[in-house]
């Protein structure tokens, strides 16, 4: 019971971080097209807003939390993609400072990450609403 609900939670940003891990490993396109970070980074922001609206709807349908209103629902699940993006960025930090990788090239590549993953997370927050607004009325 306990991997169906985890299933449910995390298979969108299973799924994003499998493709990516294949771009970077299979062909390299992230230095053949910088560019692509943005779309990675922006994917991965709407993938942890879906796990997070999933991850309240299981503990609502499972009585462990009390019913929370769709703002403050959107509020928490806004508050978890900043945090995995900040998380994220530490990671990239740390692969540079002790693997000497280069995953944070500037300063600005960093602020376009956050920007990008919260843009993401914004999306999805914005047509979740959107489809539940059709779905009352």
């Given at each position: ?69 769709r703002f403050f629902s959107a509020v ?62």
């Amino acid at each position: 019971m306990i991997f169906k609900h985890l299933f449910f939670i995390g298979w969108a940003p299973a799924l994003v971080l499998l493709a990516q891990g294949a771009v970077v490993s299979w062909t390299h396109l992230y230095w053949t097209f910088p560019w692509l970070d943005i779309p990675a980074h922006f994917l991965g922001g709407a993938s942890i807003a879906i796990a997070g609206g999933n991850a309240i709807a299981s503990l609502n349908a499972a009585g462990r939390v009390p019913f929370l209103p769709r703002f403050f629902s959107a509020v928490c699940v806004f508050s978890f993609v900043a945090l995995a993006a900040v998380g994220w960025e530490w990671f990239e930090f740390l692969g540079d400072y002790l693997l000497g990788t280069n995953m944070q090239a500037t300063t600005q590549d960093t602020m376009a990450d956050f920007l990008f993953g919260l843009l993401g997370g914004a999306c999805v927050l914005i047509l979740q609403s959107m489809y539940f607004k059709r779905r009352v009325s």
